[in-house]
């Protein structure tokens, strides 16, 4: 039995205003700044931007800057060019991992999970991977 693909979707303008909350729970404030600082961080070229909010069939999301492409320096050593996509995926992904020594919950801990398995059928897998493993 074959497994169904994972979907992304773009989250319209009018549901942006409940996605995090939805999402993130009490936290989404916490978790939306974490993610912009995280990416301040990595992506020396970054100047902020209008974000999208990227819905995962099955469950969870993430947020993608804006742009085509971002040049990243990670503290794990990793040095490379990706996509928005990809950057949105390690951005948030930094932010859940790192909110979670703060905020011991298990909606941070599915969350990350679920960006996880995306980041597994993602064309740039390995690119993210390296980038926050």
Same mark, same amino acid.
């Given at each position: 039995?074959?497994?169904?693909?994972?979907?992304?979707t773009?989250?319209?303008?009018?549901?942006?205003?409940?996605?995090?909350?939805?999402?993130f729970?009490?936290?989404?404030v916490?978790?939306?700044?974490?993610?912009? *600082?995280?990416?301040?961080? &990595? =992506?020396?070229? !970054?100047?902020?931007?209008?974000?999208? #909010?990227?819905?995962?069939s099955?469950?969870?999301g993430?947020?993608?800057?804006p742009?085509?492409?971002?040049?990243?320096?990670?503290?794990?050593?990793?040095e490379?060019?990706?996509?928005? *996509?990809?950057?949105g995926? &390690? =951005?948030?992904? !930094?932010?859940?991992?790192?909110?979670? #020594?703060?905020?011991?919950l298990?909606?941070?801990?599915?969350?990350?999970?679920?960006?996880?398995?995306?980041?597994?059928?993602?064309?740039?897998?390995?690119a993210?991977?390296?980038?926050? *493993?």
């Amino acid at each position: 039995m074959a497994t169904e693909a994972i979907k992304t979707t773009v989250v319209p303008q009018v549901d942006r205003i409940s996605f995090l909350p939805n999402l993130f729970g009490e936290l989404c404030v916490r978790v939306e700044n974490a993610v912009y *600082d995280h990416m301040r961080e &990595i =992506a020396p070229d !970054y100047r902020g931007g209008f974000w999208e #909010f990227v819905q995962i069939s099955g469950g969870g999301g993430y947020l993608r800057p804006p742009g085509k492409e971002h040049r990243l320096t990670c503290a794990n050593g990793y040095e490379g060019t990706v996509s928005a *996509d990809a950057a949105g995926i &390690i =951005a948030t992904t !930094y932010a859940l991992s790192h909110l979670s #020594f703060q905020y011991p919950l298990q909606l941070l801990a599915e969350r990350y999970m679920q960006l996880r398995v995306l980041t597994m059928e993602h064309p740039e897998c390995e690119a993210i991977l390296d980038a926050i *493993d």
